[in-house]
Antibody
Framework: EVQLVESGGGLVQPGGSLRLSCAASGFTFSTYEMSWVRQAPGKGLEWLSYISSSGSTIYYADSVKGRFTISRDNAKNSLSLQMNSLRAEDTALYYC???????????WGQGTLVTVSS | QTVVTQEPSLTVSPGGTVTLTCASSTGAVTSGYYPNWFQQKPGQAPRTLIYTTSNKHSWTPARFSGSLLGGKAALTLSGVQPEDEAEYYCLLYYGGVWVFGGGTKLTVL
């Protein structure tokens, strides 16, 4: 069974940092692209970042470019999102999603909640 | 800034048919935008229904179909069931950037 489990969320002060992880299982992680998507409380979905299967190609949404860094460890079947200079508007539920090329976000985790507040 | 627009809300009767649309501020939506459609119920993660305009996953009920309609991506539900009440999001690809629509809250009443 394909499974994605996010972790690392929590309460952080404005300007602080947090590192999210996504543990993948049930599929050959190294052959799939991955993405991060977030959802602010009561709001819609926002795509944040994409990483190719090898990690050689990375894309970011303008809202997080320069502050967030996506990475992966194929040996550990793990995806990460390093979040720096956090703002109140970064408060959201963060999902990792398996991405098939540019065409399909076919599997999602349950999300990890990040709250940015003083 | 690219904006993807969906109907904020729609209401449909059980057994009826409804079409949700997804428009791009850049112009007509084509297959090259690889439209995806997701269903999200309260407290749950999104679930992919349709990818690349009209392709279904094994778990996608047959009553859901995707298409291009009048310059927009479209999701049609035929024979709507009460369990289809949910928020529906489209997603378009813009060459290294993906943009979600604001979502359509579908009420089955």
């Amino acid at each position: 069974e394909v499974q994605l489990v996010e972790s690392g969320g929590g309460l952080v002060q404005p300007g602080g940092s947090l590192r999210l992880s996504c543990a993948a299982s049930g599929f050959t992680f190294s052959t799939y692209e991955m993405s991060w998507v977030r959802q602010a409380p009561g709001k819609g979905l926002e795509w944040l970042s994409y990483i190719s299967s090898s990690g050689s190609t990375i894309y970011y949404a303008d809202s997080v470019k320069g502050r967030f860094t996506i990475s992966r460890d194929n040996a550990k079947n793990s995806l990460s999102l390093q979040m720096n200079s956090l703002r109140a508007e970064d408060t959201a539920l963060y999902y990792c999603a398996r991405t098939v090329g540019t065409t399909d976000f076919d599997c999602w985790g349950q999300g990890t909640l990040v709250t940015v507040s003083s | 800034q690219t904006v993807v627009t969906q109907e904020p809300s729609l209401t449909v009767s059980p057994g009826g048919t409804v079409t949700l649309t997804c428009a791009s501020s850049t112009g007509a939506v084509t297959s090259g935008y690889y439209p995806n459609w997701f269903q999200q119920k309260p407290g749950q993660a999104p679930r992919t229904l349709i990818y690349t305009t009209s392709n279904k996953h094994s778990w996608t009920p047959a009553r859901f179909s995707g298409s291009l309609l009048g310059g927009k991506a479209a999701l049609t539900l035929s024979g709507v069931q009460p369990e289809d009440e949910a928020e529906y999001y489209c997603l378009l690809y813009y060459g290294g950037v993906w943009v979600f629509g604001g979502g359509t809250k579908l009420t089955v009443l």
